[in-house]
């Protein structure tokens, strides 16, 4: 079975500094791999995803991510984040058997952006 | 927005009773799945439904049922509730892609049981 995992449960930097939010998936297989921002009192709302191919890819609102195999890890990165960042931010894979398929969440990152 | 819609908003109802939360799917997607968001379990899996047909299941409680319409809409239906089941409650479709598995999120309906 799939697993995720959010080791950081919350987080605080300054508007302006760079940001890395840690995951680490558990798959048997070439995962299909998913950050998902929720604002509070909001909806899950996709930042990026991997799928296959090129290991770094872009997303909304400059964020980008990183798959790295070998560590079994999808680092979310930004280089300078905005206070309008601060949310709670969701790490999942994704399995798909024909048309059965579902995403496994990590816990989430709590960020927080002082001023 | 995107594209997802579920109704209501919000919920309160008292333990022992029944409620039904809705979902419309994004235009032309088959999939919808439904999620559940509680503080102490995070963000689970409750069941999927393609094309009118259940074909995933997670860690739905026997109390809960689900069904999708020809229209494509989805129903989750939860009875004899109890305090633990108040959480948010999403709704999530996908296109007919079957190369990859990306969700849309509705905004969720919170469910407060008293």
């Known amino acids: 079975a799939q697993s995720v995992t959010q080791p950081d449960i919350h987080i605080t930097v300054s508007e302006g500094a760079s940001l890395e939010l840690r995951c680490n998936y558990s798959?048997?297989?070439?995962?299909?791999l998913f950050w998902y921002v929720q604002s509070p009192g909001q909806g899950l709302q996709l930042l990026l995803k991997?799928?296959?191919?090129?290991?770094l890819v872009q997303g909304i609102k400059g964020f980008e991510a990183e798959f790295k195999r070998s560590q079994s890890s999808f680092n979310l990165r930004k280089p300078s984040v905005h206070w309008s960042d601060a949310a709670e931010y969701f790490c999942?894979?994704?399995?798909?058997?024909?048309?059965?398929?579902?995403?496994?969440f990590g816990t989430g990152t709590r960020l927080q952006v002082t001023l | 927005d995107s594209g997802v819609t579920q109704t209501p908003k919000h919920l309160i109802t008292a333990t022992g009773q029944r409620v039904t939360l809705r979902c419309s799917p994004r235009?032309?997607?088959?999939?919808v799945y439904w999620y559940q968001q509680s503080l102490d379990q995070g963000l689970q899996f409750l069941i999927q439904?393609?094309?009118?047909?259940?074909?995933a299941k997670g860690n739905i409680l026997e109390r809960f049922s689900a069904q999708q319409f020809p229209d494509l809409h989805s129903e989750l239906n939860l009875s004899s509730l109890e305090l633990g089941d108040s959480a948010l409650y999403f709704c999530?479709?996908?296109?007919?892609?079957?190369?990859?598995?990306?969700?849309?999120f509705g905004q969720g309906t919170r469910l407060t049981v008293v």
């Open positions: 999530a479709s996908s296109a007919r892609d079957r190369k990859n598995t990306e969700a849309f």
């Open positions: 991997y799928f296959s191919g090129d290991t």
């Open positions: 798959y048997g297989a070439t995962p299909y």
């Open positions: 439904y393609y094309n009118g047909e259940e074909r």
């Open positions: 235009s032309g997607d088959l999939s």
């Open positions: 999942a894979v994704g399995a798909r058997t024909g048309t059965a398929s579902k995403l496994t």
